[in-house]
């Protein structure tokens, strides 16, 4: 199993959460994040005084995927997410030690 | 309010007095005073005058709860939002009491000269019959003649504290609030609106306070901030408006409520007061798309705080000017008045470095005082204006500015004493802990959001 930790735009959001469930994906978690890369940050205004934010508001998705699918997980999120601009984000791959249901105790791939 | 003369109880006896020996006299001489008699018996107020002026009045208080205290609550940080709304409200309250117990006395009272007045303290002899003279042949009760007045007492002290929030302590602002209404704005309200007032005799121009209000509120919060010293940490660090959908509301309400303000200040539902209440529409409306269009001629983006900014600085300066000018000259003075006030904002004060939190001196003080002045221009028929054929500008310009210059001076004396009084007794100041943690939770225990 492998945990797929993506950080992308937060307008990308809806099409990334639905291309995801047309293949099959039946759940994330999803949590509003601040950081910086590339893009650093933007500039605000208030009656002429300027203030610098060195953070941007991203998007951090969670995914738990079988072996199989995890490859064709991040290559989704990265086409849909894609604008070709600098703060598009990252995508990152974890071993998954384990998974288990709450519910019904569960566990391994038929927990996900 | 230019003219204030009283005709209530005090003219009945005379008449009554004066009709007395002529009972015995010739009839001529008695039909003489007869006639004299009638033309001095009391006037009745109109009921539309009144309840206009009653609609005007509570439409100033909408303009300090909720309208200033969301205005600048919106513009502080969040920790620091309910001190700032209470100061408000508490600085207002405090002013209607002391306006009620002395102020009346010392801006209107009876008796007086052409630096302050006194009598009718605790309003003593006011009765529901009594009446104040509005320009023309009308009157209106005196209680609300009171009551509109000891609103603009209210707003102006509540102004002023646009500067010190965030800072200073709670106690520090009530007792300023006091010796500052005392020292300072009885005597200028007196000097400007009464018909012994200094100014008022020069035949200076201000129509709903531009001096009294604006010019006054904003020099001595500019005082105030020097005294009181900055913020911890202005100006390098960010201290973001914490919510301007409050300001934006704060802003409606503000210009809503200003129509009392404006058109009230004709004392009576006339073409004075009708003049007042269409300025009250354009000279915002172009103050506040100036402001935006500064903001992009600077390369900016047009920003809501910046439209909310222009909306007060056109209101502050169309404020001596509303009976005292055409809607087109309104216009130019609310434009003219936002881009002067967004360069004193963005440009002059950082360039300065004094901590005017939330602005009170950039742009009530300043747009006051390109109202003030310009009023003398905007007067002119030339240029649409209510001004006669024999309207000597030059002339006019002069006694504006010496108007502005000695409100200026009196002012900021009168502050620099009221603050150190404030300093002596509670020593203005919160301790650098309490400032962090914000004003809310150390100066009245609770928090705005939870």
New interface residues.
């Given amino acids: 199993m492998k945990f797929i930790i993506a950080i992308i735009k937060p307008f990308k959001l809806d099409e990334v959460r639905q291309a995801l469930s047309n293949m099959g994906i039946a759940g994330m978690t999803v949590i509003e994040v601040k950081g910086f890369g590339r893009q650093k940050g933007q500039t ?6 300027e ?1 610098s ?1 060195n953070m941007l508001p991203k998007v951090k998705l969670e995914i738990a995927a079988s072996d199989e699918i995890a490859a064709q997980v991040v290559e989704t999120i990265q086409q849909t997410a894609n604008t070709g601009a600098i703060g598009d984000g990252k995508i990152f791959v974890l071993d998954l030690a384990s998974a288990t249901r709450i519910r019904t105790g569960e566990s391994g791939e038929t927990a996900l | 309010m230019k003219s204030i003369l009283f005709k209530g109880a005090a003219l009945v006896t005379g008449a009554v007095l004066l009709a007395a020996p002529a009972l015995a006299a010739p009839v001529a001489e008695a039909a003489a005073v007869v006639t004299e008699v009638v033309e001095a018996a009391p006037a009745v107020p109109n009921p539309g005058n009144n309840g206009f002026m009653m609609t005007a009045t509570v439409l100033v208080l909408l303009m300090i709860i909720p309208g200033l205290a969301l205005f600048y609550g919106g513009l502080t940080r969040s920790k620091n939002m309910l001190s700032t709304m209470t100061q408000i409200g508490a600085a207002a309250s405090l002013a209607m009491l002391v306006w009620v117990m002395y102020g009346y006395g010392l801006a209107f009272g009876p008796e007086g000269n052409e630096f302050i007045s006194w009598g009718k303290f605790f309003l003593a002899g006011v009765t529901p019959d009594s009446t104040a003279a509005t320009f023309t042949d009308e009157v209106i009760s005196e209680y609300i003649f009171i009551s509109f007045q000891m609103t603009f007492a209210a707003i102006t002290a509540a102004l002023v504290l646009g500067s010190v929030v965030e800072r200073m302590k709670f106690s520090a602002t009530m007792v300023f609030t006091l010796v500052w209404l005392t020292i300072v704005y009885f005597p200028i309200a007196h000097m400007v609106w009464e018909a012994r007032g200094v100014f008022f005799v020069m035949g200076a121009l201000d129509f709903a306070g531009g001096t009294v209000v604006h010019i006054n509120a904003g020099v001595s919060a500019l005082v105030a901030a020097y005294i009181l010293g900055k913020r911890k940490g202005y100006p390098t660090e960010p201290m973001m408006p914490h919510s301007l959908t409050l300001t934006m509301v704060g802003t409606g309400l503000l210009w809503v409520g200003w129509f009392g303000f404006n058109a009230g200040s004709a004392l009576e539902a006339n073409g004075s007061a009708a003049l007042a209440m269409i300025n009250t529409f354009v000279a915002t409306a172009a103050g506040g798309l100036f402001w935006m269009l500064t903001e992009r001629a600077m390369g900016h983006k047009g920003s809501a705080l910046g439209f909310c900014s222009g909306v007060i600085a056109g209101l502050v300066a169309v404020t001596p000017a509303a009976g005292n000018s055409g809607p087109f000259g309104a216009i130019l003075l609310g434009a003219v008045a936002s881009v002067i006030c967004y360069f004193f904002v963005a440009k002059v004060k950082p360039a300065l470095g004094y901590d005017d939190a939330l602005d009170a001196f950039g742009i009530h003080g300043v747009g006051g005082i390109v109202g003030a002045i310009g009023t003398g221009i905007v007067f002119s028929p030339a240029l649409g204006g209510p001004g006669g054929d024999d309207f000597a500008m030059g002339a006019q310009l002069v006694t504006q500015i010496s108007a502005v210059a000695a409100t200026i001076v009196i002012s900021a004396v009168g502050t620099a004493i009221a603050m150190y009084i404030a300093k002596a007794i509670t020593g203005l100041r919160v301790d650098e802990e309490s400032e962090v943690n914000g004003l809310d939770i150390s100066e009245h225990g609770e928090r705005a959001y939870n």
Avoid at chain 1, 44 to 49: D, T, V
């Fill in positions: 605000e205004i208030y009656r002429g005084a203030y934010t």
